[in-house]
Nanobody
Framework: QVPLVESGGGLVQPGGSLRLSCVASGRTFSDFPMGWYRQSSSQQRELIAQIASGGSTTYVDSVKGRFTISRDDAKMTVYLQMNSLKPEDTAVYYC????????????WGQGTQVTVSS
């Protein structure tokens, strides 16, 4: 199985925006809740946004109102629109199934680096 593939990261100034994408290879993609995670050098990987198979979304307080998660089941892709970025958003961003029970195609990818700095 091909791991999840994240893209769209980069260097951005505070207040800027980025849109991350994550492509999966599993045909059961639409059946599972998907999430975006991030890991910085000083913190463990945390789930920051998730979207259910039906489309409902949940965010941690630190990104609420600034980040938007969405999904396109036909493309087996999940997105994260990040606005009003802050230096504390600097991290490696990953996507994966937002569930303790993951299918075989839900292999962690290499992530995409987001750096917010002036």
């Amino acid at each position: 199985q091909v791991p999840l593939v994240e893209s769209g990261g980069g260097l951005v100034q505070p207040g800027g925006s980025l849109r991350l994408s994550c492509v999966a290879s599993g045909r059961t993609f639409s059946d599972f809740p998907m999430g975006w995670y991030r890991q910085s050098s000083s913190q463990q990987r945390e789930l920051i946004a998730q979207i259910a198979s039906g489309g409902s979304t949940t965010y941690v307080d630190s990104v609420k109102g600034r980040f938007t998660i969405s999904r396109d089941d036909a493309k087996m892709t999940v997105y994260l629109q990040m606005n009003s970025l802050k230096p504390e958003d600097t991290a490696v961003y990953y996507c994966n199934v937002a569930s303790a029970l993951r299918p075989s195609w839900a292999r962690w990818g290499q992530g995409t680096q987001v750096t917010v700095s002036s």
